[in-house]
């Protein structure tokens, strides 16, 4: 455990700053997002947006955070998904292509398939980006969203299987490598649902819609963990909302 910790503390304390961070801005930015019935039943229980806000920056912060990027750590190191940040050409390159591409999914994308195809997505591009949802797309979605669905649960299942399978073998599969981050990748896209519930009615559309884009793009940012480094897949996922937002102040 100490010695994880030693050899890996600044990525676990940018994973803990990111996630205290940016838990807290998303929370402010979620509370301003709920529909009137909850936030009627959160008065009626006297829960303030500071409240939603602290507890948001203390899930992403600590549990979803630092304590998933730890287990993650060890795992990965076992399946040989972690190693040192080195730049690479290659990398930067590719990196850089599937950010731009996931932004531009992003805006004016969505707004142009989806938004058409349902009031509540064209609302989403009417007002905006405010600084906290901003902050909170770069943080939560670049750094927490990552160690999750990623650097946790991508390794756990390769872990597993690798435990099950290949005991005595050097090498695992690159197919039990593609398999995983499908299977992250479609887990993320589910993960989105609740959230978008407590915002919006989940009908056929919204569901494809979260599916079709945070499936789609999961597997893009599990691709650059596999291929290159989590840090890659972390420096895309966030920059992707970030350049979103930037496009959403320029255009909207």
């Known amino acids: 455990m100490k010695k994880t910790i030693k050899e890996n503390w600044k990525f676990l304390l940018i994973v803990l700053v990111g996630g205290l961070i940016g838990g807290y801005c998303l929370g402010l930015y979620s509370f301003d997002s709920l ?7 959160l008065q009626e229980q006297n829960v303030t947006k500071e409240i939603v806000a602290l507890s948001s920056a203390i899930q992403y912060g600590i549990p979803f955070g630092v304590i998933l990027a730890y287990i993650g ?3 990965a190191k076992k399946i040989q998904l ?9 990398a ?14 992003l805006f004016p994308g969505d707004k142009l398939i989806f938004g058409s195809l349902n009031t509540w997505v064209n609302e989403q591009y009417i007002v905006k980006p405010t600084i906290y949802k901003m902050i909170g797309g770069l943080l939560v ?6 160690v999750m669905m990623r650097l946790f649960f991508m390794s756990l ?15 695992i599969k690159t197919s039990i490598y593609v398999i995983a981050n499908i299977l992250a990748a479609l887990l993320f896209a589910v993960g989105h649902l609740p959230s978008t519930a407590n915002m919006t009615t989940l009908t056929p559309v919204i569901i494809i819609r979260c599916f079709l884009f945070n499936g789609g793009l999961g597997l893009a940012f599990g691709y650059l963990y596999r291929k290159y480094n989590i840090r890659y897949a972390i420096i895309s ?3 992707s909302h970030l350049i979103a937002d930037i496009f959403m102040l320029v255009f909207i």
Do not use: C, P
Not at 99 to 104: D, N, Q, V
């Open 35 to 41: 529909s009137e019935n909850l936030l009627k039943q």
């Open 73 to 75: 750590i060890i795992m």
């Open 82 to 90: 972690w190693n040192e940040f080195k730049i690479d050409k290659k």
């Open 92 to 105: 930067i390159l590719i990196t850089g292509i599937i950010t731009i591409i996931s932004a531009l999914v």
């Open 141 to 146: 979605g670049g750094i927490i969203e990552e």
């Open 157 to 171: 299942i390769v872990f597993i299987v690798s435990k099950l399978f290949y005991k005595n073998k050097n090498e």
């Open 237 to 239: 996922h966030g920059l």
